[in-house]
């Protein structure tokens, strides 16, 4: 289970209360944590399983993802084609993953990729705003709707919902950036960053390093990765001075 660890103690030396600033969060979700999610997911609402699925293999922000339509699904360039943050048109290739998640969906709704199947008639207010759903007919996934849904997940999926280490839904695009730079990273080290930053469709490098994190294990590894290659350096450097030596006397 992640932990949110603090920097610094509380300050009183200047007579006020400084609150504790909290360290780098570890949204990475773990292989038991991931194999409970996707449990969870299947057999809470499975007609919000895609959209779950597709956040989590795109990386795709929340919003981006409820609001697709089919116009923006084109089959045939292989891609989609929307409008992101800020207004820029950004593209998600439709890999086969994203391709087994959209597939089955055609023809569900007319406009919108990802709908919802009510299971009961409903004709209220709430909050001002009227609400008509017909028992068994399709309609537009709602962040209000989605954030109910999520809710029940991660109780069945026996994850924390509040306090600084429940896991939110915005910690699968975190999930995501973190393992594709890891995968990425091993195959191109020297553009990995630059992947994962047109994944998230980030303007700055410096928002995708903070989504996407490296492991204490990795750390590890690199560290002695360094160590290991000066020792080696070390030994070779004295086993050629040594050589000198014995044929200078």
């Known amino acids: 289970m992640r932990k949110v660890t603090f920097r610094n103690e509380p300050d009183w030396s200047d007579g006020q209360l400084w609150l504790r600033e909290p360290d ?16 969870a997911m299947a057999t809470v609402r499975e007609d919000y399983e895609p959209v779950l699925q597709f956040s ?7 919003t981006e993802c409820i609001t697709l339509e089919w116009p923006m699904v084109c089959w045939d360039r292989g891609v989609i084609e929307r409008e992101g943050k800020g207004g820029r048109i950004v593209q998600i290739a ?4 994203i391709r087994a998640i959209l597939w089955p969906l055609r023809g569900l709704h007319p406009k919108y990729v990802f709908t919802f199947e009510a299971k009961r008639t409903v004709d209220k207010v709430i909050g001002g705003k009227r609400y008509q759903y017909t028992k ?48 990425v990273k091993a ?38 990765a360094v160590a290991e290659a000066r020792m080696a350096r070390r030994k070779n450097h004295r086993s050629g001075h040594r050589s000198r030596t014995v044929k200078a006397v």
């Open 187 to 224: 195959e191109s080290p020297a553009a990995a960053l630059k992947i994962v930053q047109k994944a998230l469709d980030h303007r700055s490098i410096t928002t995708t390093m903070r989504c996407a994190h490296v492991t204490a294990e990795e750390v590890a590894a690199g560290i002695e």
């Open 56 to 62: 989590w293999a795109s990386g795709k922000r929340q």
């Open 94 to 97: 439709i890999t086969p993953t």
């Open 24 to 39: 780098e969060r570890e949204p990475e979700l773990s292989e038991s944590e991931t194999d409970q999610l996707d449990h």
């Open 136 to 183: 068994g007919e399709r309609y537009p996934i709602t962040k209000s709707g989605l954030r109910r849904v999520w809710n029940a997940i991660r109780k069945v999926a026996s994850l924390p919902t509040e306090g600084p280490d429940r896991v939110r839904y915005h910690d699968l695009r975190h999930d995501f950036a973190t393992k594709l730079l890891r995968t």
